[in-house]
């Protein structure tokens, strides 16, 4: 039995306690360690009567790539059923492409995500990225960039597609405290055995080993700047955004404005990634997708 301070039940219970209003949540859940922990936390919690507003669905994308993939779904699907929560299966149809698979499978698991929550009428899907992914992706990252300070990792909210928040309420704890709370809980999961595939790059970096993010510090005084930058100068009129003139000068000298910039500009745009931040002398039109969630 999992403890009562156990962190996949806190983060979960942190996360349920901040909606003050009625939602539906959509968990996107593969079967693996994170989205199984985070789809029998939530129920756990759910399930004890203390969050009348929240009701839960779930949703796994069968992407259709190696044989075995519509029986792991299914076995999820028994999963669910086992928790009383209504469960169902998207499917990546198609030819699908020969180089770049692994981002285009996350574009469109994103796209069919968002769809279901918007057919079912969600107000948010969850997905269970964790600390040791946040990690993996900046070390990716900054292994492609030589100005590593103002790399973003995954911000806890995104908006996808312009449509439907997508939200991470495991990105601040382990994997291996996600699976000591399964086990505790007699819980088993499905490993995917393309995260063994070193053809990709994120297997790679987690082969070698990640190491906490040494700019860490950096990251969040520039996000804290970003902030302050936004609430001084950015003014919402209806579904736009309106920036300050007097703030055109601020954003050309200071990194940290310039951030703020790029991360409301993906409200905007509903992306579900950052791209790489480009400095403001560059003048160009590429802008990151990632959103912080107050």
């Known amino acids: 039995m999992a403890r009562a301070d156990d962190p996949a039940l806190e983060a979960a219970g942190r996360f349920l306690n901040s909606f003050k209003h009625p939602a539906h949540l959509l968990v996107a859940i593969s079967g693996g360690s994170d989205s199984t922990g985070l789809l029998v936390a939530l129920a756990t919690l759910c399930a004890t009567g203390r969050f009348p507003g929240i009701t839960l669905s779930a949703c796994t994308i069968d992407h259709d790539l190696r044989p075995g993939s519509a029986e792991e779904a299914a076995w999820v699907g028994a999963l669910c059923a086992r928790h009383g929560i209504g469960h169902s ?15 285009a499978a996350r574009a469109k698991r994103y796209d069919l995500l968002a769809a279901a929550a918007v057919e079912m009428g969600a107000d948010a899907v969850l997905a269970a990225h964790t600390r040791d992914d946040q ?3 900046v070390a990716m990252r900054a292994a492609r ?6 790399l973003s990792g ?3 909210a995104v908006l996808l597609n312009g449509a439907v928040w997508l939200l991470r309420p495991f990105l601040a704890i382990d994997r291996a405290a996600i699976r000591a709370f399964l086990a505790a809980r007699g ?6 055995p393309s995260n063994d595939n070193a053809r990709f790059e994120r297997v790679r970096i987690r082969a070698r080993g990640v190491s906490p993010d040494p700019a860490g510090e950096d990251r969040m005084l520039l996000s804290r700047r970003a902030a302050a930058f936004l609430a001084e100068n950015v003014r919402v009129k209806g579904a736009s955004f309106a920036l300050e003139p007097a703030a055109i000068d601020t954003l050309l000298a200071d990194a940290g404005a310039w951030r703020g910039l790029l991360l409301l500009a993906a409200v905007a745009g ?4 950052p791209l790489k931040r480009h400095r403001p002398s560059a003048c160009e039109n590429s802008l990151p997708a990632a959103h912080c969630r107050g």
């Open 89 to 103: 299966i998207r499917r990546w149809e198609g030819v699908k492409p020969v180089s770049g698979l692994q981002a």
């Open 154 to 156: 995954m911000a806890d």
């Open 270 to 273: 509903g992306g579900s990634m």
């Open 145 to 150: 960039s030589a100005d590593g300070i103002g």
């Open 135 to 137: 990690n993996e992706t």
């Open 187 to 192: 819980e088993g999961w499905r490993d995917d």
